[in-house]
C-alpha cells in the first residue's frame, strides 16, 4: 500500500461509517455524503483473500485519512468502528430483503471473491439467496439491537420510501443541499445505459 496515493488531510468530525449492506442505496449515499464535504473511501479488500486477517490495519489506514465510508468491509466490523471511533455518526441503509436478493443475483450472478465469503461464508449469491437473505436480515437486526438506546447515533434509511437529504442532514448537522438527492448505481439506469451504447 503506497502511503503517498492517500495522504492525511484535514478531516472532518465526526466521522460518519455507512453500515448498510451492498445494493441498498450505498452509493447513493456515498454521492450524497461527497456533496456534504465529506471525504468518503468505498470498498476495500474485496479480492482480499486473507481479508478476515487485514480487515483492521486496512481499516484504520483508510479511516485516518477519509471523513465517511461506505460498502464492504465498513458494515461487517461497525462494532468495532464504534469503539475504535467513539461519537461517530452511522447510517444504514435498508432495502426489502426480496429486491436486495434480486439486484445481488443480477449484479454478481455466480462471481465468487473473498470478501463475500467472509461475509455470507458462500462467495456468490446465485443459488445461495436463502443464505444471505439471513445474512443481510441479521445484519441488519444487531445494529437496530446495539443502537437500540443511543438513537442520536444511528439512522436507517430507505431509500424506497423517500428518504432523502431531509433524514440525512438533520441527523449529521447540515442544511439541506438545493440539489436533488442522488439516486446512483439503479437498475433502471445500468439497464438504460446499456441499451444506449
Known amino acids: 500500500m503506497n502511503t503517498n496515493e492517500h495522504p492525511k488531510p484535514r478531516l472532518l468530525t465526526p466521522k460518519v461509517f455507512c453500515i448498510g449492506f451492498h445494493k441498498t442505496g450505498t452509493s447513493s449515499l456515498a454521492a450524497a455524503l461527497s456533496a456534504l464535504g465529506y471525504r468518503v473511501a468505498g470498498h476495500i479488500g474485496v479480492l482480499d483473500p486473507d481479508i478476515a486477517k487485514n480487515v483492521y490495519p486496512m481499516t484504520k489506514y483508510f479511516a485516518e485519512r477519509y471523513d465517511a465510508f461506505q460498502d464492504n468491509p465498513w458494515p461487517i466490523i461497525f462494532k468495532d468502528l464504534d469503539k475504535e471511533y467513539p461519537d461517530s455518526k452511522f447510517v444504514m441503509s435498508i432495502r426489502d430483503s426480496n429486491s436486495w436478493i434480486e439486484s445481488q443475483v443480477k449484479h454478481f450472478g455466480s462471481e465468487v471473491t473473498p470478501?463475500?465469503?467472509?461475509?455470507?461464508?458462500?462467495?456468490?449469491?446465485?443459488?445461495?439467496?436463502?443464505?444471505?437473505?439471513?445474512?443481510?436480515?441479521?445484519?441488519?437486526?444487531?445494529?437496530?439491537?446495539?443502537?437500540?438506546?443511543?438513537?442520536?447515533?444511528?439512522?436507517?434509511?430507505?431509500?424506497?420510501?423517500?428518504?432523502?437529504?431531509?433524514?440525512?442532514?438533520?441527523?449529521?448537522?447540515?442544511?439541506?443541499?438545493?440539489i436533488p438527492f442522488p439516486h446512483h448505481n439503479k437498475a433502471s439506469d445500468r439497464e438504460n445505459a446499456a441499451h444506449n451504447q
Open 115 to 178: 470478501m463475500r465469503e467472509w461475509i455470507y461464508g458462500v462467495g456468490c449469491p446465485l443459488g445461495n439467496e436463502s443464505v444471505y437473505i439471513r445474512r443481510l436480515e441479521q445484519h441488519n437486526n444487531e445494529v437496530m439491537e446495539y443502537f437500540a438506546h443511543r438513537p442520536k447515533d444511528l439512522l436507517v434509511m430507505d431509500f424506497s420510501k423517500g428518504d432523502g437529504w431531509k433524514e440525512l442532514c438533520t441527523f449529521l448537522g447540515h442544511e439541506n443541499p438545493n
